[in-house]
């Protein structure tokens, strides 16, 4: 699954999509299989204060992945739409692998415009992560006119689409499996790749998603800190 990933994989989705735990997990999946290049995971996600990848840099870090983003890291009390400039480092840095984490939808993604000259079609994967059970993108013009808006907004073409249909902790298999549907569906009417599904791990079973056929990839639960759910 990871080696049909561009050098550079951009990480879109509407907010509460799961995009971050998505690329989250999808770099620690990719560091297994990434040598000899280096990888890294750069968070624009300079929009929504909460939830972010570069606030689970000692676990990324730890497993040999560097992190770039704000200038103010994760300090939410200091939080401004300010990037490092070193972001542009792993992107011009031919060794590394590159994961972006990008702004929920059209308006979170303008932010890839000042980076554009480094997005060529050639090394780049973009990724639109969909969860069915979002009102925006319960439907299928929902998901599809969400594809369209990140296009136009980007003037990036989305190649591929993540069902990430969950529930939290209540996610069950009937979610996935609704949200395989209508991704395929979705897939077949843009004419997109559908990348893989996810589950969330420790709460679905593999097993009982069988049915699906495509690439299933389990997600961590890192971003969501236990407390939200009791």
Same mark, same amino acid.
């Given at each position: 699954?990871?080696? &049909? ?9 509407? =907010? ?16 297994? $299989?990434? $040598? ?6 750069? /968070?624009?996600? +300079? ?10 840099? @000692?676990?990324? #870090? ?9 200038? =103010?890291?994760? @300090?939410?009390?200091?939080? +401004? %739409?300010?990037? $490092? ?35 060529? /079609? ?12 979002? %009102? #925006? ?32 902790? #209540? ?6 499996? =609704? ?7 979705? &897939? ?7 990348? &893989?599904? &996810?589950? %969330? ?6 097993? /009982? +998603? ?21």
């Amino acid at each position: 699954m990871t080696e &049909c990933l561009g050098r550079k994989t951009i990480i879109t989705g509407h =907010y509460g999509s799961g995009k971050t735990e998505f690329a989250i997990s999808l770099a620690l999946a990719v560091t297994k $299989s990434c $040598s000899p290049n280096k990888l890294a995971i750069i /968070d624009l996600d +300079i929009v929504n204060p909460y939830f972010r990848s570069r606030e689970h840099k @000692e676990l990324l #870090e730890g497993n040999g992945i560097s992190v770039y983003g704000s200038t =103010y890291d994760f @300090e939410i009390g200091a939080e +401004i %739409p300010a990037l $490092s400039a070193d972001v542009r480092t792993p992107l011009e840095n031919r060794e590394y692998k590159v994961i972006i984490d990008v702004g929920g939808n059209d308006a979170g993604a303008l932010v890839l415009n000042q980076f554009s000259k480094y997005f060529t /079609d050639d090394e780049t994967t973009v990724l639109a992560v969909v969860n069915a059970n979002r %009102p #925006e993108t319960s439907e299928i013009e929902g998901i599809i006119s969400h594809i369209k808006s990140i296009e136009k907004a980007t003037q990036l073409t989305v190649s591929g689409i993540v069902n990430n249909t969950h529930l939290l902790r #209540e996610t069950t298999a009937e979610d996935i499996k =609704y949200g395989f549907e209508i991704c395929t569906e979705a &897939c077949g009417l843009t004419e997109k790749t559908l990348f &893989c599904t &996810c589950y %969330p791990e420790g709460i679905i079973n593999p097993d /009982d +998603i069988v049915g699906i056929t495509t690439n299933l990839m389990p997600l961590g639960l890192h971003t969501r800190p236990t407390w939200l759910d009791k």
